[in-house]
């Protein structure tokens, strides 16, 4: 099978003209970063909200566009409603409640209404793909499960859901009075995902402001309750979309998995940003693949350096939560989707987790609401 270049797919995109006639989706800027998966092709358009609904041949003609390359088996095009300024914008009217004003008590740090029954939602965030952030969001929820909690899972990142393989669960949920769905249980945790919603390989057609709405509805009408931790494992990165979720999901906090050698490239410290911009409190810093124990002598080696995280953390003033070692048992009981903390719990990758979990447990019931994040108003 060819490789699919993404200058390709970007120089088929350009000969398609912008919503208003004039220029091309491409030099307008209104494709986002493209993901490309095996043969599968996924990119989002961005659009005004209000004009969401006329926009749809635009993103049928941007499909079948990239589909006409040769290598491409099928795509995932979506439109996601354009920022505007005012918070909410994208599912305003999909959401049950207006938004608040900001003197209002707030039901979370964010200012969002909380979901009935489900005592804190904690976000699992990281400046870049590929540092580990999927595999260290389901063993720190199983890791607060370990440790007496209930808990669940929502993965949230819809352009790549990973939870359901990590978890080991496929199938579909069900649903409970034909709308609410009854969330998919693994390993003692409750878990809900895009993964679980539609096929591996049938291209996902969204309308509306889909995105949000998708996630609107993972939160909301799903039976989540009663839990004690709702962990959600965020999209990788610090653009619009991931400001948009973190704006539209009530969290009490946010956790930041950075490599070592990630730290120095600022990657995480965007993620920091990202939360301080909308408010939620950034409950700490996890190095994840921070240092490597030798399987046959037991010796440590800190291949990347390892300590970045702790001064960092340090620097910018917030909680260094621990450093997870670099382990082939972890990516193996991963990628088979029998994580280490609830196959293996009487390992020591295990206590690590269960470890850095009860410090973020402590810091939500202590910490989150005591000691806010700075507010920084930007434009
Ligand atoms: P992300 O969600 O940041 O893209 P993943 O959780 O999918 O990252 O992890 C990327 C790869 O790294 C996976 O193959 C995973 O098994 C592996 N991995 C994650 N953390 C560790 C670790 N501490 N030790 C070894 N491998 C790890």
Not at 61 to 84: F, H, N, Q, W
Not at 229 to 251: E, H, K, R
Not at 274 to 291: A, D
Request: charged share 15%; net charge neutral; glycine share 12%.
């Amino acid at each position: 099978m060819p490789t699919i270049e993404r200058d390709a797919i970007l120089a088929r995109l350009a000969t398609i003209p912008g919503p208003d006639g004039s220029g091309d989706i491409v030099s307008l800027g209104l494709v986002s970063d493209i993901v490309v998966n095996g043969g599968k092709v996924m990119f989002s358009i961005t659009v005004d909200a209000a004009r969401a609904g006329a926009m749809e041949p635009l993103r049928a003609r941007a499909a079948e566009a990239v589909k006409a390359l040769p290598g491409v088996e099928s795509t995932l095009v979506i439109l996601t409603a354009e920022r505007k300024g005012g918070a909410g914008q994208a599912s305003a009217h999909s959401h049950p409640h207006p938004p608040r004003a900001p003197a209002a008590p707030a039901a979370s740090a964010s200012g969002k209404p909380g979901i009935p029954g489900v005592g804190a939602i904690v976000a699992v965030a990281s400046g870049k793909g590929g540092v580990g952030k999927s595999t260290t969001a389901v063993n720190l929820a199983l890791g607060l499960a370990a440790n007496g909690l209930k808990v669940g899972l929502l993965d949230a990142d819809i352009y790549g859901p990973s939870v359901p393989r990590l978890l080991g669960l496929s199938g579909k949920p069900q649903t409970q009075d034909g709308r609410t769905l009854v969330p998919m249980q693994a390993f003692g945790i409750k878990a809900m995902s895009m993964g679980f919603l539609v096929e591996e390989d049938t291209p996902m057609i969204w309308r509306g402001p889909m995105v949000m709405s998708a996630l609107t509805q993972m939160l909301r009408e799903v039976a989540w309750a009663p839990l004690d931790i709702l962990v959600v494992d965020m999209p990788p990165g610090t653009g619009d979309a991931q400001l948009t979720m973190a704006q539209q999901v009530p969290l009490a906090g946010a956790v930041i998995v950075s490599t070592p050698q990630d730290l120095a490239l600022i990657d995480a410290r965007k993620g920091l940003g990202m939360f301080r911009k909308v408010n939620v409190p950034v409950l700490g810093i996890v190095e994840n693949m921070s240092y490597f124990l030798c399987p046959h002598c037991g010796g440590r080696s800190d291949i990347f350096g390892h300590g970045g995280a702790r001064h960092e953390a340090e620097k910018l003033g917030v909680p260094f939560l621990g450093e997870i070692p670099l382990e082939l048992a972890i990516r193996e009981t991963s990628d088979a989707g029998t994580p280490i903390v609830a196959t293996a719990p009487d390992s020591a990758h295990a206590a690590v987790y269960r470890t850095i979990a009860s410090r973020i447990a402590a810091a939500v019931a202590g910490g989150a609401g005591a000691k806010p994040a700075p507010r920084i108003v930007i434009e």
